[in-house]
């Protein structure tokens, strides 16, 4: 059980220190760190409920089952507070899916073979496993580096709604109450999840299947059924998911929230399995399982509420003032332990910090000569269609995205998904996202530059950033470089969310992501919530014929941004010092909504991976119509740069020709760059630049790249 519980993904033994720098507190903060999931005031007696957790080493193991209970698990993190699910989303990290993708040759067709695997399974799983539930699967973000073969990351984030008065905390508290435990049959399978989750992958990971859990999602939507209509009865005190650590972790839990202990008979645990022993009873972490907390006398009443749904509720023991779990089994204590010893005492550790020996090399990489390269249409057509860059269609047209009938943009739609908040005129944006390559160089500005992505993405939408939650991945932090990417990963986070003032209110850490190959590239996700007061200011990303197209922002047209870019590093350029200007960028998140309240733009799209050549594209394409941009003769010097450089806080906008003077005067307002680019027309992208020759790409042409298959 200490095991278990004391493991890296259970107690944040070298995180924990770390994450209490982050900023967690806010006028909208209902519940913060700590519990299921964050939650925030959304106005009118209602609050979203949300979370993003990873399943990165079951999904490298048993790709189907250990995505879909990844979105079963972070569904049941949700409902467990009481709110309803209205939306889901992923992050998604693999191996290259073709071996002639690798750039710097560490694939072969067999590595790839596998990473295709590992590919489509987890895509099956998230799809089957979140349509038979019924929640939408609304965007997300996927990725392909070769640090990520054999170990893909499968992050899982779920956005709920609930009242105020609905909320339900996972705390016990009153001796004499109800523990029961409620949905699945027990069974062996997940045992030793959470050690397996805390160590590096190696050859003996098809030895591990048997620590990936099965999931059932036709039994899930039961118990969230069930468990939200308990939400509304003064009958439960508190709820807890049965997730990593199983029984141990739920009873241990519960118990130190409340300051209590419990007292448990496992000979009344439902198990599906013959001859199981106490410790395969408390480890098992088998799915769709909940431990309620129930007032004493009325254990009968909750019992028909869940009989309703043909569930299964079991009295397995009682809450007592003693704080220390203490089980029984056939008839004999099998465990005995404070509650607090399990859950806040696992040692935290500091550890020595020191980046690469490699670093200042990678980082003194000379970027100029690439980025004085003339671009091409060739080029342009390339990035547009990499992996990295290309339409993921293919991926989420295997999600509904439409169940529930709250999406009004769903993916592909926008930079971020727009929901609507039924029984009122707002909208909630929600976006996950992270950086590609850039924590290769600099993880600080990389966790920095996630941030600003994710809040990017919901204010071209039109919505203000409200909450945050995060899924740190990375490798070992017990190397100086693991601890070094560890530490700066966590800074850039917080520094970037206390310039956008916006709290992290929930969030998850997957350490050990290595392979003996080596570490991932630490990848920092970020789930931004954003709200709009009137969803009918919201911005779509396209613009229309004879619309200005702007942008805004600090241009950043140097070599220094092709650093981790994704232009860079298909010409195996992986050097180079990035450079990110934080102020100005939350400047811009700041900006865009006001924008959009006012009717100042009619449309946005954030600058990320490919940079202005590849925004542009996707505009372009989005809309159905060219444009006609004439860049600065600044811009001349460093023509690549300038048109794949990846410098994060920036966006297009489209606004009409009679706004003009309007949109200047507000940026200079709020001291953010603006720079007229040109205008929509036509069924050609023509990008000039200074005095080159201009790229003259047909929209046809445009589609065709993009929509290159996996």
């Known amino acids: 059980m200490f095991g278990a519980m004391w493991s890296e993904h259970c107690a944040y033994k070298h995180s924990q220190p770390l994450l209490a720098s982050l900023p967690t507190e806010g006028e909208r903060v209902l519940v913060g760190p700590g519990e299921n999931a964050g939650v925030l005031d959304l106005g009118d007696g209602l609050a979203a409920v949300f979370k993003v957790e990873s399943h990165n080493h079951p999904s490298a193991v048993e790709p189907y089952q250990g995505a879909a209970t990844g979105v079963g698990g972070i569904i049941r993190d949700i409902f467990t507070m009481g709110a309803r699910p209205i939306a889901l989303l992923n992050g998604l990290r693999f191996g290259p899916l073709d071996a002639r993708e690798d750039a710097a040759g560490l694939t072969d067709a067999t590595g790839a073979a596998r990473n295709r695997y590992l590919f489509d399974g987890v895509v099956s799983g998230i799809a089957g496993y979140g349509n038979c539930v019924g929640i939408p699967d609304v965007g997300g973000e996927l990725f392909f580096d070769t640090s990520y073969s054999g170990n893909p990351l499968v992050n899982a984030m779920c956005l709920g709604i609930a009242g105020h008065d609905e909320i339900t905390l996972a705390r016990a508290g009153g001796p004499g109450n109800a523990l029961l435990l409620v949905g699945a049959a027990t069974g062996r399978d997940g045992i030793a999840g959470a050690a397996f989750a805390s160590a590096a992958l190696g050859e003996d990971r098809d030895s591990r299947r048997p620590a990936v859990q099965v999931g059932n999602p036709f039994l899930e939507k039961l118990l969230m059924e069930a468990c939200l209509e308990l939400s509304r009865s003064d009958a439960v005190v508190a709820m807890q998911d049965l997730g990593a650590a199983g029984l141990t972790c739920g009873l241990a839990e519960l118990s130190a929230r409340g300051g209590c202990g419990a007292e448990v008979d496992l000979d009344r645990v439902p198990r599906r399995e013959p001859l199981m022993n106490p410790l395969e009873l408390l480890l098992s972490e088998s799915q769709e399982r909940m431990l309620v907390v129930v007032h004493a006398g009325r254990e009968a009443e909750v019992q028909a509420v869940f009989a309703k749904f043909e569930l299964p509720a079991v009295t397995i023991g009682r809450v007592i003032d003693e704080p220390v779990v203490r089980c029984r089994f056939d008839g004999q ?323 009409a020709a009679d706004d003009r003077d309007a949109l200047q005067a507000a940026c200079d307002a709020a001291n953010v760059p603006v720079t007229r680019l040109g205008v929509a027309r036509g069924d050609v992208l023509s990008l000039g630049i200074g005095q080159l020759p201009r790229l003259e790409v047909a929209l046809g042409e445009l589609v065709a790249a993009w929509e290159t298959a996996f």
């Open 333 to 655: 204590v099998a465990c005995e332990l404070p509650a607090r010893a399990l859950v806040d005492e696992a040692p935290r550790y500091v550890l020595p910090a020191a980046p690469p020996a490699d670093l200042e090399v990678r980082l003194a990489a000379d970027l100029a000569p690439l980025a004085a390269e003339p671009p091409s249409v060739h080029g342009l057509l390339e990035l547009l269609s990499a992996p990295n860059c290309r339409s993921r269609k293919p991926v989420w047209r295997r999600y509904d995205h439409m169940n529930g009938t709250n999406t009004l943009a769903g993916p592909g739609d926008a930079d971020a998904a727009l929901l609507r908040v039924k029984g009122t005129r707002r909208a909630l944006a929600v976006a996950l996202d992270g950086p590609g390559r850039l924590a290769s160089l600099d993880p600080r500005s990389a966790a920095a530059a996630a941030v600003l992505e994710a809040a990017l993405n919901v204010a071209c939408s039109g919505a203000t950033p409200i909450g945050a939650t995060n899924c740190l991945n990375l490798g070992s932090p017990e190397p100086e470089a693991g601890y070094w990417a560890l530490s700066e990963t966590v800074a850039g986070l917080a520094d970037a969310c206390r310039s956008l003032e916006v709290p992290i209110v929930s969030g998850n850490v997957s350490l050990y992501n290595e392979t003996p190959e080596g570490p991932i590239i630490p990848a920092a996700l970020v789930g931004m919530l954003g709200l709009l007061e009137d969803r009918s200011s919201a911005l779509p990303m396209r613009w229309r014929e004879g619309d200005e197209i702007w942008l805004l922002g600090v241009p950043c047209w140097e070599p220094s941004t092709l650093a981790g870019s994704e232009h860079a590093w298909r010409r195996a350029e992986h050097g180079g010092r990035p450079n990110l200007d934080l102020a100005t960028a939350a400047r811009v998140v700041r900006l865009l909504p006001t924008l959009a309240s006012q009717g100042l733009v009619g449309g946005a799209h954030d600058l990320s991976i490919g940079g202005l050549g590849v925004s542009l594209a996707r505009m372009a394409i989005a809309s159905g119509v060219g444009a006609v941009i004439d860049l600065a003769e600044a811009a001349e010097r460093w023509p690549t740069a300038t048109l794949f450089g990846e410098a994060a806080g920036r966006a297009l906008l489209c606004a």
